[in-house]
């Protein structure tokens, strides 16, 4: 794989973990129930 | 007709005028943008920190009334946490990573370009706080609910700045990630990568880990406040104690985020000025790691007062403890690489002696506040504000200033007056403990913090405080004025290696002073 695909792939797989675990943040309080009625 | 091949595109040197610094995806550019924007909001933060002391100078209300006293207290964290320190080893990350890899930029120039230049706008976005009705947030720099969500208009805008500020971290770390994983020069194998290049590995997966988390939970404060949610409101089935998981989540390894790049900054500085080779490699590598890891399993030691099963304290003092066991490593094999070097001691050194010294002792007092029992009367007493200016001013900022004494001859390629580097040195660590070394006492005595007032008893300890802090504020502009008079060229021409035998510690010490726009762009053969 040439090299600025190789970076690109990278940083667009650890860009998605942080998209997940802020998106994880708050949807494991809503399921919890935590929002309120 | 001449063919424009690769090579040449990277012949080519700045771009003229102002736009240089708009559209720069040199790394070296970024590096000075992320510095300056760092030293400007020191002074920022410092002048929000003289306020605090000027107030606190004797007892009664003086100078300011006590909300906008809370607000100087909530802003000089933030800004000096995410304005000045963070800011400031990114800068040192973008300068340095590359030269010391072999690497001839950064992976990702453009998102470079683009993850410092969100950080100016939310720092004057979270700054325009002072100036709303009702003022900047006030609620402490951990903003917890409820007492967060009853301030005025400021929270959006300070939720807003801090995701800002968190897509500029994100940025930053997914970048210097990508950049030692993918471009390291041939033979640059990981256990000869530079401990400044392994710490911010470190550090860059920490904030990938934490910003996410920190996003969450000012979001959750926000649709608390508009969007009639309650997660963090007991009357609506939520919880405030919540939030306090979800910040010290975030907000604990963030401390590791400010020390551990100071620990790389030590560990190239230790060994050039001692002539040796830095003692147990490996060993401040695994040590880096445990410490990234132990961050994330400590959290709720920020909260024993909140009340909590006795297993869970038992839990937490136990876990807390045992960081002190690689930050030892990390202290003695600091002293070991010292022992029977030839050591002289220009300001850079001077400032990672006195690095491992106040440190060890910030680190000592936070080692008395894990264990939960005698917490309960440490808690939100000037104690804990003493502990965290040794470990993040005469640790992280004292890092930030020996790494600049360090490589600005390599920047600039000038040397500082070394008399007034000294001088600077001397001032600020005289004042900084004239300065916080007093609270401890207040604090064990009993005074609160992020109170504008106080009980008269504590009268001579706080006088003390607001002496060092002025003598400390102004002794910057000594350092303010070395930065100047180096980039205009003032003083003698630094040589390539500027340290007496410094080719032996690295790379960055193999090209000319300055270095040339570009570096690297054909790669250096590691031994």
Redesign the interface.
Known sequence: ME?HT???V??VA??L??????????LM?LLA????? | MTATTHDDHHDHGPAKGFMRWITTTNHKDIGTLYMVTALIMFFVGGAMALVIRAELFEPGIQYVDPLFFNQMTTLHALVMVFGAVMPAFAGLANWMIPMMIGAPDMALPRMNNWSFWVLPFALCLLSSTLFMEGGAPSAGWTLYPPLVLQGGNNLPFAVFSVHLLGISSIMAAINIIVTVFNMRAPGMTWMKLPLFVWTWVITAFLLIAIMPVFAGAVTMLLTDKFFGTSFFNAAGGGDPVLYQHLFWFFGHPEVYVLILPSFGVISQIIPTFARKPLFGYSSMVYATASIGFLSFIVWAHHQYTVGMPIQGELYFTYATMLIAVPTGVKVFNWLATMWQGAMTFETPMLYAIAFVVLFTMGGFTGLMMSISPADLQYHDTYFIVAHFHYTLVTGAVFAILAAVYYWLPKWTGHMYDERLGKLHFWLTTISVNVCFFPQHFSGLAGMPRRIPDYAVQFAEFNAMSTVGAFVMGFAQLIFAYLIIQCIRGAGEKATEEVWEGAKEHGLEWHLPSPPPYHTWTTAPDVK
């Open positions: 090299l190789k970076n690109r990278l940083a650890i860009g973990i942080a998209l997940l675990l802020y998106v994880g943040t708050v309080q129930g935590k929002a309120g009625s």
